[in-house]
């Protein structure tokens, strides 16, 4: 059985930064791919970020020079370093892991996912 288990969100004033930490059990790093995924309120889940096992990246283009996905394979732990946060980036963050070593950049292909952490950005 995966199981997922995030941290790390709160209320964070704009400019500001999170990390965001994602625990996986049940199914390895270096095998699987893994994003970090959001859905803001009225809003359709989104990709942020992906790591494939091999170390390639995806973050889309409204994080892209603010966001970095990381992970580490001996502890199976993915991370979300947010800087230079926005109002819009106010959602729900999940990981989630999918059954093959690529990203992908529609969050119906992603097969394991935790429970969300909320990050609010507001002054």
């Known amino acids: 059985q995966v199981q997922l288990v995030e941290s790390g969100g709160g209320l964070v004033q704009p400019g500001g930064s999170l990390r965001l930490s994602c625990a996986v059990a049940?199914?390895?790093?270096?095998?699987?791919?893994i994003g970090w995924l959001r859905q803001a309120p009225g809003q359709e889940r989104e990709v942020v970020s992906c790591?494939?096992?091999?170390?390639?990246?995806y973050h889309t283009d409204s994080v892209k020079g603010r966001f970095t996905i990381s992970k580490d394979n001996i502890n199976n732990t993915a991370y979300l370093q947010m800087n230079s946060l926005k109002p819009e980036d106010t959602a729900v963050y999940y990981c989630?892991?999918?059954?093959?070593?690529?990203?992908?950049?529609?969050?119906?292909?992603?097969?394991?996912w935790g429970q969300g952490t909320q990050v609010t950005v507001s002054s």
């Open positions: 790591i494939s096992k091999d170390g390639r990246l």
């Open positions: 989630a892991t999918r059954g093959h070593w690529a990203c992908h950049t529609s969050y119906i292909e992603y097969d394991n």
């Open positions: 049940g199914l390895t790093l270096d095998l699987n791919a």
